[in-house]
């Protein structure tokens, strides 16, 4: 049973420029949370994705925003990329139990804008 | 606002002994949930363990359990018997049930452990 599986690993794009990144969930899972990690930093949440739509956002700029496929995978993308962005960027997967404690994480994808 | 609070910005313990590391939250709702993950060099963040905050028992994984202390507010993870494998960056989160149903987890800054020989 796969886990959560996230691309690329690592790139690095210029100042200016748009980067798209993408998320597949663990097998039953059906909501896809996007985090960014500064370095020395706790994740900090961006948006929820839940049956295709945005449920729930962070304090992001709209320079982030995101996509839901029908399949549950899920894309992230950065606009007008600033040197700020260089993060690592985590994808978690859940399904909605009552608890709420079956939230799986991706090993994330590092980006460094220079 | 939900606020995780991890004073330890670093830790070390020898190999063999046992470490806590410390985690005080702040949420006026009675209803969340408080996890651990450790996080490598590698980027992966790892589930831990998880601590209802209506459970009355103290969550405990293998060598890992949660001091969970409500009236105080605080959710300690000690690490029993620590291997050289456990070094890594450690992540106290809460969720709480938010809008729509979804539980968003809330992160703090984390605490670096370091195991040495």
């Known amino acids: 049973d796969a886990g959560v599986t996230q691309s690329p690993t690592h790139l690095i794009k210029t100042r200016g420029q748009q980067v798209t990144l993408r998320c597949s969930p663990k097998?039953?899972?059906?909501?896809v949370s996007w985090y960014q990690q500064a370095l020395g930093q706790g994740p900090q949440f961006i948006f929820q994705y839940y049956e295709e739509e945005e449920r729930q956002r962070g304090n992001f700029p709209d320079r982030f925003s995101g996509h839901q496929f029908p399949n549950y995978s899920s894309e992230l993308n950065v606009n007008a990329l600033l040197l700020g962005d260089s993060a690592l960027y985590l994808c978690a997967s859940s399904y909605q139990t009552i608890s709420g404690n079956t939230i799986y994480f991706g090993e994330g994808s590092w980006l460094t804008v220079v | 606002a939900q606020k995780i609070t991890q004073t330890q910005p670093g830790m070390f313990v020898q190999e063999k002994e046992a470490v806590t590391l410390d985690c005080t939250y702040d949420t006026s709702d009675q209803s969340y949930g408080l996890f651990w993950y450790k996080q490598p060099s590698s980027g992966e963040m790892i589930f831990l363990i998880y601590?209802?905050?209506?459970?009355?028992q103290n969550a405990t994984e293998g060598r890992y359990s949660l001091n969970f202390q409500k009236a105080r507010k605080s959710a300690n993870l000690v690490i029993s018997a620590s291997q050289l494998g456990d070094s890594a960056m450690y992540f106290c989160?809460?969720?709480?049930?938010?809008?729509?149903?979804?539980?968003?987890?809330?992160f703090g800054r984390g605490t670096s452990l370091i195991v040495h020989p």
């Open positions: 097998s039953g899972h059906d909501t």
């Open positions: 601590q209802g905050s209506y459970d009355e």
């Open positions: 989160a809460m969720t709480q049930r938010g809008a729509g149903g979804s539980y968003i987890p809330t």
